[in-house]
């Protein structure tokens, strides 16, 4: 099983460019989540799923949109990238099949100069 | 304010020796608590959950304790390897918010030889 897997893994912006991070999993997951993750915070929900074709606002959502179009995919988009997206984003999914259990990707590496 | 506080921020050990880190947490209602290990450029990866009913939980040499009515949880490394120089997440799900957790901000642990 892969699990949950994120690409791209590292990726340099120039400010003002859009970009897609995409999120793929495969247990068949309905919660899917994008994190982000600054030097000295706990990681922050950007935007949620909780199943196929919806989506909803996290904590941090400003700057991001993101799309569910197939259960196993979650795809995160910068519209116009700032330096103050410059972070680690991961992406995580469970459900109640999981226990409790939420499984993250390796993480993506942006950087916004 | 941050709904998980852990500390220390970090600590430095020696290999062998054993430690305990601290989580202290206001989310209510408290539906359950994991404690999770990130290694440097990975995501992170689930040792132990553990829900209001539960106050011990172990995973190899890693032992969590939960006191619900204080709001409090360890973690504690016994016989400390070289391996576990990581981050330690604690986790917090309230029980009115599947699928949404409070993450603290870690603490990084060095073990060193």
């Known amino acids: 099983n892969a699990g949950v897997t994120q690409t791209p893994k590292f990726r340099v912006l120039k400010t003002g460019q859009s970009m897609t991070l995409l999120c793929a999993q495969d247990?068949?997951?309905?919660?899917m989540y994008w994190y982000r993750q600054d030097p000295g915070m706990g990681l922050r929900l950007i935007h949620y799923s909780v199943g196929e074709g919806t989506t909803a606002k996290g904590e941090v959502p400003d700057g991001y949109n993101v799309s569910r179009l197939k259960k196993q995919n979650f795809l995160l988009g910068l519209e116009s990238a700032a330096p103050s997206q410059t972070s680690v984003y991961f992406c995580?999914?469970?459900?109640?099949?999981?226990?409790?259990?939420?499984?993250f990707g390796e993480g993506s590496w942006l950087t916004v100069v | 304010k941050n709904q998980v506080e852990q500390s220390p921020q970090s600590l430095i050990i020696l290999e062998g020796k054993n430690c305990t880190l601290q989580c202290n947490y206001t989310v209510s209602p408290f539906s359950n608590l994991r404690w999770y290990k990130q290694d440097t450029g990975r995501g992170p990866v689930s040792l132990t959950i553990m829900t209001f009913s539960e106050n011990t939980k172990s995973n190899g040499r890693y032992t969590a304790t939960l006191d619900a009515d204080t709001k409090q949880s360890s973690l504690h490394i016994t016989a400390s390897q070289l391996s576990d120089s990581a981050s330690y997440i604690c986790v917090v799900s309230g029980a009115d918010s599947w699928g949404k957790f409070q993450f603290g901000a870690g603490t990084q642990v060095v073990v060193t030889p």
């Open positions: 995580a999914s469970n459900d109640q099949s999981s226990g409790n259990t939420i499984y």
């Open positions: 247990m068949n997951h309905e919660y």
